[in-house]
């Protein structure tokens, strides 16, 4: 090899890493392990290599900037999957960005707009879906992290990478939670049924768990939250009950915030928690540990899929090919689901 004419790829190349960290080790950005360090020095001190500095001036001037795109305000576990990202990308040398979409803005143009207005090395999308119309998606060459979703339209999975969990089952751990606790009549509290494909992923698990225990479906005890805010969740348990006259007896919330209000218009109607209506929730939020009754739900490694977005990150930018997750849910019990029977032996009950 021509040691005059090398460059950091070569150099790259010798020390089996990618471009990206025999960068991050000549500019002094940080987010590399002593073992790689030492090992990219070690080639860099053996061939002699000295970088262009004009190279590096331009290293220098480029945007190091990760930018997290979210979609869906109104979930609280998205704020403490931020804090996780921003302290993790500190370790690889990355500054953070975070871009709130609104509802009825598209994911990707606002990705491509902040790539070329801000120069990102990677984009981090929580939350939303990518829909390629008019193949836009070759605009974005930059590497695209889905977190919480992986639903895409027209965009082949070898272009993107992605953690989520199984949704459906995760659904259908709930329902079948409820069916073994004795219920049969089971309300579902969701949201943006016709657009988000999570959701119908969930609708997916609960028909699963009906049909698999022989009960019919009930199209009138699936109702529509306008959003995923404990007050939609009040509103929409309310509408519930007045149109079914409490022909249910316990209810799957998509959403922890929409349990806790679902629990709260519960309370206001009379009835008593859990021995009138189970409820179990979505998500595993914290706030669900301190209301009254303490919400049971299906947890989501909220933690570990935030560290995971980074760390992905960092390998893509090192020239890893993209790569896909799904994570398992599970059954966080505490207060607010209880045994049919104890409804059925309560004088003055609900119907059952």
Not at 5 to 21: E, F, Q, R, S
Not at 141 to 159: C, G, H, K, R, Y
Not at 233 to 254: I, P, R
Not at 320 to 349: D, F, P, W, Y
């Amino acid at each position: 090899m021509d040691k005059a004419n090398m460059n950091i790829k070569d150099i790259a190349k010798l020390a089996g890493v990618g471009t990206t960290t025999v960068s991050r080790i000549i500019n002094h950005t940080g987010g590399v392990k002593e073992a790689t360090y030492k090992r990219v020095m070690e080639v860099i001190k053996e061939y002699n290599y000295v970088p262009n500095n004009s190279a590096r001036n331009l290293k220098r001037i480029q945007s190091n900037a990760i930018c997290v795109l979210t979609k869906g305000i109104a979930n609280p576990a998205f704020n403490d999957m931020l804090s996780i990202i921003q302290k993790r990308s500190t370790e690889y040398g990355f500054d953070v960005m975070i871009q709130q979409i609104d509802q009825n803005e598209d994911e990707l143009d606002t990705a491509i707009a902040q790539m070329k207005e801000k120069r990102l090395k990677g984009i981090i999308l929580l939350g939303g879906i990518l829909k390629n119309q008019g193949n836009k998606f070759k605009e974005l060459n930059t590497p695209l992290v889905m977190v919480t979703s992986s639903a895409v339209e027209n965009i082949d999975a070898d272009q993107y990478s992605s953690i989520t969990i199984d949704d459906r089952n995760g659904a259908y751990k709930a329902i079948k939670y409820l069916l073994d606790l004795g219920h049969k009549k089971i309300a579902v509290i969701a949201s943006e049924v016709s657009s988000a494909a999570v959701v119908k992923l969930r609708l997916a698990g609960y028909y699963d768990a009906l049909s698999e225990a022989g009960i019919g479906l009930e199209p009138n005890l699936i109702i529509n939250a306008e959003n995923f805010s404990i007050e939609s969740g009040y509103q929409a348990f309310k509408e519930l009950n007045e149109n079914n006259q409490g022909e249910f007896t316990a209810v799957f919330a998509m959403a922890d915030t929409l349990a806790i209000g679902c629990l709260r218009a519960a309370r206001d109607a009379g009835l008593s928690l859990p021995d009138d209506l189970s409820v179990i929730g979505f998500d595993g939020l914290d706030m669900g540990k301190y209301y009254v009754p303490s919400i049971t739900t299906v947890e989501q490694p909220f933690s570990y899929m935030a560290e995971q977005a980074i760390d992905i990150m960092s390998r893509l930018l090192d020239g890893e090919k993209n790569c896909h997750l799904m994570l398992n849910t599970e059954i966080v019990e505490r207060e607010s689901c209880a045994c049919i029977r104890r409804s059925a032996q309560k004088a003055g009950g609900r119907n059952v």
